[in-house]
T-cell receptor, first 117, second 111 residues
């Protein structure tokens, strides 16, 4: 089945130790997103790729970086995790919406829960 | 003021009851209105979407949008324990693919 896969599902890192989260998709969607979701809060968009074009949200800290080496894979790098970065990180994909097309479903992976010690 | 607001709940109802969920937003540029369902420890999944004002029905689910009051509703009829989840409203602007999620309302349907 076509899907969005995130690895690992659970990641534990130490304060300040770089960590990389990965996302892959078999949907062949050209848009990929990374969200941060803290407990009982809304998913917060960090950045997204439209094909190879990187789009950073204005309030995303510099500590968060992303790479998309090809259509299928996207990585989230946290350069120096702080205690406040402990959260669920969600990857999502969508097709770019052609003009006149109204639906815009984003397909989410199961998330990676990050713990910072 | 947050762009999208939802009562966090939890909203606890007996099986078979109607669940009524609401969401308000402040950005008049929103044109598309999505409801996502998120089970515990899972990613959100799209439940329904509505374009502009009006109603949309899909099985036991009905979505309503009132753009004049910036108010979005989701109704679940004949609720089941499997409907227990967090429901996130997510409006979108006319162009682009960016969603703005509300904080979600946790729903518990008791057998």
């Amino acid at each position: 089945d076509a899907m969005v896969i995130q690895n690992p599902r659970y990641q534990v890192t130490q304060f300040g130790k770089p960590v990389t989260l990965s996302c892959s998709q078999t949907l062949n969607h050209n848009v990929m997103y990374w969200y941060q979701q803290k407990s009982s809060q809304a998913p917060k968009l960090l950045f997204h790729y439209y094909d190879k074009d990187f789009n950073n949200e204005a309030d995303t800290p510099d500590n968060f970086q992303s790479r998309r080496p090809n259509t299928s894979f996207c990585f989230l790098d946290i350069r120096s995790p702080g205690l406040g970065d402990a959260a669920m990180y969600l990857c999502a994909t969508s097709r770019a919406r052609p003009p006149g097309q109204k639906d815009n479903e984003q397909f989410f992976g199961p998330g990676t829960r990050l713990t910072v010690l | 003021q947050k762009e999208v607001e939802q009562d966090p709940g939890p909203l606890s109802v007996p099986e078979g009851a109607i669940v009524s969920l609401n969401c308000t937003y402040s950005n008049s540029a929103f044109q598309y209105f999505m409801w996502y369902r998120q089970y515990s420890r899972k990613g959100p999944e799209l439940l329904m979407y509505t374009y502009s004002s009006g109603n949309k029905e899909d099985g036991r689910f009905t979505a309503q949008v009132d753009k004049s009051s910036k108010y979005i509703s989701l109704f679940i009829r004949d609720s089941q324990p499997s409907d227990s989840a967090t429901y996130l409203c997510a409006p979108d602007k006319a162009a682009g693919n960016k969603l703005t999620f509300g904080g979600g309302t946790r729903v518990l349907v008791k057998p």
